[in-house]
């Protein structure tokens, strides 16, 4: 079973930041905190990882609370392009990737 | 950066046919290499790990004289499904596992058994 919870679906409208949440209450000291995404047809695209502290890279950011037990990727300026299931997965090394049913992000001109 | 390619992206076959899905890595060695399966309207589930020159360790459920897996070399895995039938229908998802960096999957193979 996946370790993470997340809303099933979310709208954005476009230009706008979409902040997709994600529930990891159980997560270990050692797993690290995965965004991928998943556009229609197509293998799932690496978005970021963090273990602790938040991340950015060109394409969104990662917040991590302190106790790590949620987190949130923020897409800065979605697109239409961005419309995709974002699936956030806890993972150590070498272990494998467990996917929840994940985001499904609209977004909207 | 790292790529997985996957061949072909996809394939309609008669029901008692079998059919070799291949999937490398282009620019780095994958000891792992993972299989999943995705049906429509649902996430990804984990079919096999693949470990190359050992053999595949199957996921509860999955059949391994059904879905055969190789992985004869540092960049290639490969998935024959056996006397496929239409509820072999879906879309198979390999990954590689490269050392301190994500998982990195392929495009995908759509697998449609008529």
């Known amino acids: 079973d996946a370790k993470t919870t997340q809303p099933p679906s979310m709208d954005c409208a476009e230009g706008r930041a979409a902040n997709l949440p994600c529930n990891h209450s159980t997560i270990s000291g050692n797993e690290y905190v995965y965004w991928y995404r998943q556009i229609h047809s197509q293998g799932p695209q690496y978005i970021i990882h963090?273990?602790?502290n938040n991340e950015t890279n060109e394409m969104a950011s990662l917040i991590i609370t302190e106790d790590r037990k949620s987190s949130t990727l923020i897409l800065p300026h979605a697109t239409l392009r961005d419309t995709a299931v974002y699936y956030c997965?806890?993972?150590?090394?070498?272990?494998?990737?467990?996917f929840g049913p994940g985001t499904r992000l609209s977004v909207l001109p | 950066g790292a790529v997985v390619s996957q061949h072909p992206s996809w394939v309609i076959c008669k029901s008692g046919t079998s059919v070799k899905i291949e999937c490398r890595s282009l620019?780095?060695?994958?000891?792992?290499m993972f299989w999943y399966r995705q049906f429509p309207k649902q996430s990804l589930m984990l079919m096999a790990t693949s470990n190359e020159g050992s053999k595949a360790t199957y996921e509860q459920g999955v059949e391994k004289d059904k879905f055969l897996i190789n992985h004869a070399s540092l960049t290639l895995s490969t998935l024959t499904v056996t006397s496929a039938h239409p509820e072999d229908s879906s879309f198979y998802i390999c990954s590689a596992d490269r050392s301190n960096s994500p998982l990195h999957f392929g495009n995908g193979t759509r697998l449609t058994v008529t």
């Open positions: 997965i806890v993972r150590s090394y070498g272990q494998n990737f467990v």
């Open positions: 620019d780095f060695q994958a000891t792992t």
């Open positions: 963090g273990l602790k």
